[in-house]
């Protein structure tokens, strides 16, 4: 089953030729959700080839700018090609507020339901969950309400072997119990213990989006252990000053908090564009934390 | 003096990765007026090397996205660079609310002085006038209000010959009225007629831009005989019953009014994403019109 994570865009605050502002596109069993939206989104979907009218949920983490500013326009793109399908969008409730003002401001009436949710920006919160997945939302630390989301895959059945005797025959109404681990009987009457006839299924992934933030060990809780951790990593860490004042979080930061939840692997980004060069930053987080790689554009990652 | 033009974005309603949306830049003796600013102007600017501090005033020409979903994004930029000039902004008075909003979303507290000059959209008005230009603002004719605008420069003085006598010396005194065509005396006490020692200045020049837009012959009084008309031209010909249902205009249609209109060139753009190669317009429009171009991302054009 598919989980993956493409990066369209990695900077934080300014777009700039090479790294566009943050958004991430999570693909689970082929179903999309878009994570942030800055301006230029839409080109970078389109860049690295998405069928954007597959993305059905978009999750905004709050409301600076190279977060959201980006979404008006995926949605009247999405609008103007004649979308059919529901799009559901997850964000601050001001966010609705805003997208309202400028449907009405160009008289458009979406030619899709668009589902708003709003967010709560105070507490672990389950928002999403379907058969295979469910997303929570938890507070971070930043200048305005601001949330991170961890999306986990929820556990499969149990796989049938694929060297299974020829004249061994599971009857059909027989298959769901053995997904699900029980014993079962053969058409001919034959008793098999589970194990007999299935392995473990594989160990279901995870993966934590938290920009922007400072460092704060009190999101440990959500996102212990998980298969893969993006933080944001604006500064190096010469910059920590900077960071703590502007609440956001340096590449050292991110790391020690990737090691203390106990993360199999680190994803940094959300760099600052004085940085052309982000072999430095790498450098300074896989000293504490050597699983640990760079959210660039266009990268895709499979968890 | 300069008088040149930069297309930003020549697409019309998507951005894709050959054409971004509109966006015009016109450059009059080095102040830069940028007239829409589709998402991903800000983009568009850095790709050609424009500095883009430099803007002082900003026009948009009606609150269809692809015409300023790239605003909020640019002003916002331009904060966190630390800006500190004045930014004049001229749009309908809705964009002041819709840009409020998304400030108090951020808490952000622009750091240069954002000066907003809502457009009347009934009428013909003189929205700007300096020393070099004036710019006029007329009603287009769209789904919702739209204006187009016109950037007029004036009369220079009459030019001082480079070859005059050495002895003829007219004092500092006289110059303004040189300038402005009186006959002076010059330092020796001798009389001379004006054109003895000047020659007529340039014409001034002009441009309008029109877009988004029907074909309505009631704007010919407002771009009359203009060095260089900016007509949008969606479709082509054989699209011209879309074209009127959409309140867009065609190739065959923009070159008609230039030509009626006197215009000396003609530039055509917010082309619809179904055009790849875009001869076939151009080809449409010189039969009617001959001095047309293709308004392409990046193109400058000296008027």
């Known amino acids: 089953m598919t989980f993956s994570l493409t990066i369209l865009g ?82 601050p409730p001001l966010l609705e507020e805003i997208l309202d003002l400028q449907l009405k401001a160009s008289t458009t009436t979406l030619v899709y339901p668009l589902i708003f949710h709003p967010l709560s920006f105070g507490s672990y919160d389950l928002v ?46 027989e298959m769901k119990n053995l997904v699900q681990g029980d014993d079962v009987m053969d058409q001919e009457g034959r008793f098999h213990r589970n194990e007999e006839l299935t392995t473990d299924p594989p160990a279901p992934r995870s993966y934590a989006y938290c920009s922007d933030t400072a460092y704060t060990e009190s999101i440990i809780p959500y996102i212990q252990n998980c298969d893969l951790l993006y933080h944001e990593s604006t500064f190096m860490q010469n910059m920590a000053g900077i960071a703590r004042e502007k609440m956001h979080s340096t590449t050292v930061e991110a790391a020690t908090l990737a090691k203390k939840a106990g993360v199999k692997k680190l994803l940094i980004g959300h760099f600052s564009a004085r940085y052309d060069d982000l072999q430095p930053l790498l450098y300074e987080a896989t000293h504490i934390f050597p699983e640990t790689f760079l959210a660039e554009d266009g990268a895709v990652i499979r968890i």
């Open 10 to 91: 990695s900077n934080s605050a300014i777009p700039t030729l090479s790294r566009n502002p943050s958004a991430h596109l999570l693909n689970v069993n082929e179903r999309l959700f878009l994570i942030d939206c800055a301006e230029g989104t839409q080109l970078q979907i389109r860049r690295f080839h998405i069928h954007f009218q597959r993305i059905r949920r978009i999750f905004i983490s709050h409301l600076h700018g190279d977060h959201y500013f980006g979404l008006i326009g995926l949605l009247n793109s999405l609008h103007l090609l004649g979308r059919k399908e529901e799009m559901h969008l997850y964000g």
């Open 128 to 173: 999403y969950d379907d058969e295979s997945v469910t997303v929570h939302s938890f507070p971070l630390l930043h200048s305005i309400p601001t949330c991170g989301f961890i999306f986990r895959e929820k556990k499969a059945g149990r796989k049938i072997r694929k060297d299974l005797p020829d004249d061994v025959k599971i009857p059909l109404s």
